[in-house]
Antibody, heavy 119, light 112 residues
Framework: EVQLVESGGGLVQPGGSLRLSCAASGFTFSTSWMSWVRQAPGKGLEWVANIKQDGSEKYYVDSVKGRFTISRDNAKNSLYLQMNSLRAEDTAVFYC????????????WGRGTMVTVSS | DIVMTQSPLSLPVTPGEPASISCRSS???????????LDWYLQKPGQSPLLLIYLGSRRASGVPDRFSGSGSGTDFTLKISRVEAEDFGVYYC?????????FGGGTKVEIK
């Protein structure tokens, strides 16, 4: 069974940094594209970033480019999101997702970790 | 970026009755390979989203056959033949053709 468990969320001040982690199990992590998706409180879903199996390709939504960095450690079956220069509008639940089927379908999701940016 | 627009915003449904949700994209999602890169997700209250449909009409693993997706190009529809209690929640369409991946605003299917 595919399991994705996010961690690292919390309360951070504007301008601060946070590193999210996603522990993957139940599938061959090194052969899967992975993604981060976020959801602000009471709002809809917003894709944040994708990373290719070997980390050679990374894509970001414009609003986080230059501030967030997606990475992975295939030896540890782990996905990461380094978030710098955080803003109030980054407050959201962040989900880790495994891509599959036709390519960028978000096939499996974790339960999410909450990030609150506030002074 | 491809803009996704869903309607209606809210859909009150009586259990056992059918339901239909519309999704429109600002650009065609039909790839040269003949497939439409359109997904449907359901997010139940307090839960993570769940993939229901990919490539416009293919059901994801374990999804009941009361869910069906149709459409091509820029206009798509998700149909539930008979809504069950477990189907209530917010439905999102998402284009999977290109980055940035973009979602519709969501349609809340609620008990009438």
């Amino acid at each position: 069974e595919v399991q994705l468990v996010e961690s690292g969320g919390g309360l951070v001040q504007p301008g601060g940094s946070l590193r999210l982690s996603c522990a993957a199990s139940g599938f061959t992590f090194s052969t899967s594209w992975m993604s981060w998706v976020r959801q602000a409180p009471g709002k809809g879903l917003e894709w944040v970033a994708n990373i290719k199996q070997d980390g050679s390709e990374k894509y970001y939504v414009d609003s986080v480019k230059g501030r967030f960095t997606i990475s992975r450690d295939n030896a540890k079956n782990s996905l990461y999101l380094q978030m710098n220069s955080l803003r109030a509008e980054d407050t959201a639940v962040f989900y880790c997702a495994k891509l599959g089927y036709s390519g960028f379908d978000l096939v499996n999701w974790g339960r999410g970790t909450m990030v609150t940016v506030s002074s | 970026d491809i803009v996704m627009t869903q309607s209606p915003l809210s859909l009150p449904v009586t259990p056992g009755e059918p339901a239909s949700i519309s999704c429109r994209s600002s650009q065609s999602l039909l790839n040269r390979n003949g497939y439409n890169y359109l997904d449907w997700y359901l997010q139940k209250p307090g839960q993570s989203p769940l993939l229901l449909i990919y490539l416009g009409s293919r059901r994801a693993s374990g999804v009941p056959d009361r869910f069906s997706g149709s459409g091509s190009g820029t206009d798509f529809t998700l149909k539930i033949s008979r809504v069950e209690a477990e189907d209530f929640g917010v439905y999102y369409c998402m284009q999977a053709l290109q980055v940035p991946l973009t979602f519709g605003g969501g349609t809340k299917v609620e008990i009438k």
